[in-house]
């Protein structure tokens, strides 16, 4: 039977990563009790949104599996409208799905909302950006992590964080990427819907190491060590 | 297929590295490719006379003009943190300050606004170029990358590199182009090792 989890709601950019939440959640048949959906003003792709994400599939998810959602048409998690729409809602955590790069400011975060993003790197280790890339040539393997955000990247409280065999043989963007996310969010959200709470630990401020968008020639050299 | 991070100049119009192709082995080739053509050319430019020691070029650097009383603060502090990276007397601060350059080419795609760089320029009565900046950046994070293995620096490196190229044409003096051409050395020696460990 679904669970619909009243103090659960989602903002989301309609992409792959968003899609695999949403099908992750309604396999283990919890469902978030709304979605903010951030569309695209312009009609054209933002990172990590692939031509076909910009067909209505998203919205049709939502609608086919009766998650209640609304559509804001900006890209600025940041906007007026954005915390305007996130504060009058009941839920207490928003599950994060927005766009690539973006960074949440003091007026979204002091909605009293939180917000529960899904890392793809080990935290404090891996901050930043195409985590998987660096976790992979450094150290062999990947992480995950759950964390709600804070103002500073990467640095807020940290749920859980766990390592993931490497994959062969798949789209590490596409993906795997969405796909590690997406199980790790599931596993989270299972807890508190057991618990009712989510325990988290705070890093270190000063330990961790932030990474920027790699270089073509490493992100080459990864995918190509696991063709090996 | 062409190499496109160096084919149009970066310091006019940033790369921005999102969601970058893959094309499997081959583009491995034309980067190699992309940097043998560039040293080639700075080789066939310049002076027999020039030396590729990475020291001598500091000193020479340093002893500039540009280096004297008008010269830009950026400048003088990327050199100074060279040297210590180079002779191993650095500090956390000077790994922190080279940190909060990366930071700012990596988020902004340039180490200066356009304000800041006409002013050098017109303080200046020989080269202030901007890509000079880049250069001694690059080194810097060659060096680290040498100590630290951490790809980061690697990374940032590579895009310096491709930067450094693309505005080819604005490398003005003998030292700097030396200098560009032993930062594309190192990242081309550390692109080669990484390669042969993880995927040969």
């Known amino acids: 039977m679904k669970m619909t989890l009243d103090d659960i709601g989602m903002l989301a950019v309609p992409n792959n990563r968003s899609k695999y939440y949403i099908e992750k959640l309604l396999e283990k048949s919890l469902l978030p009790a709304y979605v903010l959906v951030l569309d695209n003003p312009s009609n054209q792709l933002t990172p990590g949104q692939r031509p076909q994400d910009l067909e209505n599939d998203f919205s049709d998810l939502l609608q086919t599996n009766c998650i209640s959602y609304e559509v804001i048409r900006t890209l600025d998690v940041n906007s007026e409208e954005v915390v305007e729409a996130i504060k009058k809602r009941r839920e207490k955590i928003f599950i994060y799905s927005g766009p690539g790069g973006a960074i949440l400011r003091k007026n979204i975060l002091q909605t009293g909302k939180k917000f529960l993003h899904v890392h793809p790197g080990r935290l404090p280790d891996y901050r930043g950006s195409t985590t998987i890339y660096y976790h992979i040539l450094q150290e062999g393997s990947c992480g995950v992590s759950a964390l709600f955000l804070s103002e500073k990247i990467d640095q807020g409280p940290v749920i859980t964080t766990r390592n993931v065999p490497l994959p062969s043989d798949t789209d590490l963007d596409y993906d795997f990427d969405p796909r590690i996310r997406a199980e790790l969010l599931c596993d989270v959200i299972k807890l508190y819907s057991k618990r009712g709470r989510i325990d988290t630990v705070m890093q270190g401020g000063k330990s961790g190491e932030t990474y920027y968008i790699i270089h073509p020639v490493l992100r080459h050299i990864a995918k190509l060590s696991l063709e090996k | ?200």
Not at chain 2, 86 to 107: C, M, N, P, Q, W
């Open chain 2, 1 to 200: 297929m062409e190499y496109e991070y160096t084919s149009e100049n970066r310091i006019k119009k940033p790369h921005y590295y999102m969601y970058t192709p893959y094309h499997g082995r081959k583009f491995l080739d034309i980067y190699f490719d992309d940097r043998k053509e560039f040293k080639t050319s700075i080789v066939k430019d310049l002076d027999n006379k020039v030396s590729f020691s990475l020291v001598s070029l500091l000193v020479e650097c340093k002893d500039s003009e540009v280096l004297n009383e008008n010269s830009d603060e950026m400048t003088i502090s990327l050199l100074s943190l060279i040297e210590k990276l180079y002779s191993e007397k650095y500090t956390a601060g000077d790994v922190a300050a080279l940190g909060a350059f990366i930071h700012r080419f990596e988020v902004k795609k340039n180490l200066g606004d356009y304000l800041d760089l006409k002013q050098a320029a017109g303080r200046c009565s020989k080269e202030t170029s901007e890509v000079k900046r880049y250069i001694l950046l690059a080194l810097a994070c060659s060096l680290y990358y040498e100590k630290s293995k951490n790809l980061k620096y690697h990374n940032c490196l590579l895009k310096l590199n491709d930067l450094i190229i693309s505005a080819k044409s604005e490398i003005q003096s003998s030292t700097a182009m030396a200098l560009a051409v032993i930062s594309i050395d190192s990242e081309m020696r550390y692109t080669e090792q990484l390669y042969r460990q993880k995927v040969k």
